[in-house]
């Protein structure tokens, strides 16, 4: 009797379970996470291809991830009243199911306006994620242990873009980018059902974005820094990495497929350095952690509008590694702002903003000065804003 009442307390959602004995379940969210990620990633490997099929250049084609984005943020929005209804374990696989068709969607379509729509319903699957995927994890796991928890989830969406490239210059060799977007819709609703048959966690429901709930929230200093820093991260981490690709072939000399393998490659710092970034936050302090990632993060997209060659190689590495600690860190003063049964809720009202900036907004500023002026002045300005905006963080209050 007290073992099974020991083993009822190790997973009361209160205090959940060590993050040693814990890590089986986080590794099944990781891989939708890395699902969800790869398939919002792809575009960019492929963006070169999709600009000839569709005769479009940089940026009307950039402006595709402004549609991600808000199709993302509206899901995001939306997301607590779904949760609210079936489960987060229930919206994490409606999640990938609807990725699934607007990828299929994607695949098959036949004129810009088409693909606009697909990849609108693409980021509305992936928007619906993140608020059950978070309290999934944070509700399973004690919370001595959130941080390397979120360390460890924070793996997938770098493991994600690390397999975009790779997947991309794998699969051209035997399709187009059509057949390359489609046989990826197939392994995300695989993925999907094996999270909802196998996973232990999820299995509460989300609070609705009511009033009452959203009031304290809006009250809360930390919740509105966060909302820009996590835009700023965004960007750093996605809205760069969308474009990267394009910038090295139209500007830096590359090749498509070498820019792709550098970029690839380059993803795997931050996977190390996730990693390692418990240890970091609890030597250093969260607040301090926030600070230096997001103003090194400004500094190496800087740096990517001055360096060219060897060097600029360099900060390609960098500027994914510097940024990922960012969202640990972030995840774990994010994850205590309100009360916990709307934690969901802090999630989907912070995230759609910041979204639209980091993944939407950022990226098509970027296309647009590709065409009028150059990637590189993009770069310089972004980076400069960033590194100014980080000296915030002394307002954190953590």
Same mark, same amino acid.
């Given at each position: ?183 990826? !819709? ?72 070498? !820019? ?139």
């Amino acid at each position: 009797m007290d073992e099974e009442n020991g083993k009822a307390e190790r997973i009361n959602p209160t205090n959940g379970v060590r993050f040693g004995e814990g890590i089986p379940v986080i590794l099944l969210i990781v891989t939708v996470v890395v699902s969800n990620i790869l398939s919002r990633s792809i575009l960019s490997p492929l963006l070169v291809r999709v600009e000839h099929d569709f005769s479009v250049s940089h940026g009307p084609a950039a402006q595709l991830f402004l549609f991600v984005s808000i199709g993302y943020s509206l899901a995001l929005l939306c997301s607590g009243f779904i949760s609210s209804k079936i489960t987060h374990r229930g919206t994490i696989l409606v999640s990938s199911m609807l990725m699934s068709a607007a990828l299929a969607v994607m695949a098959a379509a036949p004129t810009m306006n088409v693909m606009r729509a697909g990849v609108f319903l693409m980021g509305a699957g992936s928007g619906l994620y993140p608020p059950s995927g978070i309290v999934a994890i944070t509700d399973f796991i004690d919370s001595r242990d959130w941080q390397k928890a979120l360390s460890l989830h924070e793996v997938g969406p770098h493991l994600g873009m690390v397999l975009a490239p790779w997947y991309a210059n794998v699969m051209l060799n035997y399709t187009g980018w059509r057949g390359t977007v489609g046989f990826l !819709a197939g392994i995300v609703l695989l993925v999907g059902f094996l999270f909802f048959l196998c996973n232990k966690a999820g299995k509460s429901k989300g609070e609705a974005p009511t009033f009452k709930v959203l009031l304290p929230l809006f009250k809360e200093r930390n919740f509105w820094i966060l909302m820009l820093f996590f835009g700023l991260g965004l960007a750093g981490i996605q809205g760069i990495y969308l474009l990267t690709p394009t910038f090295l072939v139209s500007e830096a000399g590359f090749s498509l497929k070498s !820019a792709n393998n550098v970029f690839g490659i380059s993803r795997f710092l931050p996977i190390l350095a996730l990693l390692s970034a418990g240890l970091v936050m609890d030597r250093i302090g969260v607040r301090r952690t926030v600070m230096i990632t997001i103003c090194g993060a400004g500094l190496t997209i800087f740096l990517m509008g001055v360096l060219q060659g060897p060097a600029l190689v360099v900060v390609v590495f960098l500027q994914p590694t510097i940024g990922a600690l960012y969202f640990p860190a972030g995840l774990a003063v994010l994850a205590k702002v309100g009360p916990p049964r709307s934690r969901n809720v802090a999630v989907s009202m912070l995230l759609p903003l910041s979204a639209v900036l980091g993944t939407g907004i950022i990226p098509s500023f970027l296309g647009y000065m590709g065409d009028v002026a150059g990637f590189t002045l993009g770069f310089l300005i972004v980076g400069g804003v960033t590194m100014a905006a980080g000296l915030l963080s002394v307002f954190l209050r953590t």
